[in-house]
């Protein structure tokens, strides 16, 4: 069965760090781009960050503003999302979702298939 699976999560305080990783299994990842997108209750969900295949090309919501990382180790299988000076509005349900191309995006209706989430928290 193939699957996409989100680690990492936490409770972290305002101003600290967490790394998120996203691998899969039944699949490789080597012939996807990969996105991470958030949600919270009451509201849409948000483009993060995506890497593409080659792990060259990667974009970030406007948020982010220099504080988060994508990257990729295809010999891991496993995609990161480095977050830095995490803030209380980055309390959210993390995703990761794969998508069949060269390049990622910020658009979840361009990716295939889905993790179940991680939470990260930032509380003090």
């Known amino acids: 069965q193939s699957q996409v699976v989100e680690s990492g999560g936490g409770l972290v305080q305002p101003g600290g760090s967490l790394t998120l990783s996203c691998t899969t299994s039944?699949?490789?990842?080597?012939?996807?781009?990969i996105g991470w997108f958030r949600q919270t209750p009451g509201k849409e969900q948000e483009g993060v960050a995506s890497?593409?295949?080659?792990?060259?090309?990667?974009r970030y919501g406007d948020f982010v503003k220099g504080r988060f990382t994508i990257s990729r180790d295809n010999r891991k299988n496993t995609v990161y999302l480095q977050m830095n000076s995490l803030n209380f509005e980055d309390t959210a349900e993390y995703f990761c979702a794969v998508r069949r191309s060269l390049i990622g995006s910020l658009d979840p209706t361009d990716y295939t298939s889905w993790g179940q989430g991680t939470q990260v928290t930032v509380s003090s």
């Open positions: 890497i593409s295949r080659s792990g060259g090309n990667k």
């Open positions: 039944g699949f490789t990842l080597d012939d996807y781009a």
